[in-house]
């Protein structure tokens, strides 16, 4: 009996550790291709960033959409790009979200179709992103992807605005809202 719980005891043990060291190499491997990436080293910083993915990193799958969007280290490739920003955004990774709703709106690598980039940009602004709070108060104000709706436009400008993204006055009221997206 206790032979087996030991042996329970130590399996457990060893999937921890492994699961602790990928998560761990994964970090590290994002760090190096972070680094990478603000040198223009991009062939090392794809070489980093595949690594971090292939260990779990949503944000690496993010950075690997960025650099396939815009052919940094990789020749550019908007449907791969999308296909790694589904796989980040599927598990919440609030800049691939932003991404890919805006890769649905305007047909990047996908096809276009404003109501499913309207909701990933609603996931990821509901997840705290500032800049997808501003594209989605946009959204709202303009009725693209959404119907048109100023009070819920101006709640998400106010919500970017107080979460630090620089919203000009004029689109902090009603009024200036309804000015700048007349039909």
Not at 99 to 104: D, E, N, S, V, W
Request: aromatic letters at 10%; charged letters at 20%.
């Amino acid at each position: 009996m206790k032979i087996r719980f030991i042996q329970k005891a130590l399996i457990l043990a060893m999937i921890a550790v492994f699961s602790t060291g990928c998560v761990v190499t994964a970090q590290m491997a994002e760090r190096r291709g972070d680094k990478s990436y603000q040198q223009q080293d991009y062939i090392n910083a794809f070489e980093q960033y595949s690594e971090a993915a292939d260990n779990g990193s949503t944000a690496a799958l993010y950075h690997l959409a960025v650099m396939y969007a815009e052919g940094q280290g990789v020749q550019e490739n908007m449907t791969k790009a999308a296909d790694l920003l589904q796989q980040a955004s599927a598990q919440d990774q609030e800049d691939a979200q932003l991404m890919l709703g805006l890769f649905y709106i305007y047909g990047d690598g996908v096809q276009q179709d404003p109501v499913k980039g309207a909701d990933w940009i609603k996931s990821s602004a509901e997840n705290g992103n500032d800049v997808a709070m501003y594209y989605l108060g946009n959204l709202y104000a303009a009725g693209l992807g959404v119907a048109k709706d100023l009070p819920t436009a101006l709640y998400w400008m106010e919500k970017a605005k107080d979460s630090g993204f620089p919203v000009k006055d004029e689109q902090l009221t009603e009024a200036g809202l309804a000015t700048l997206y007349t039909n």
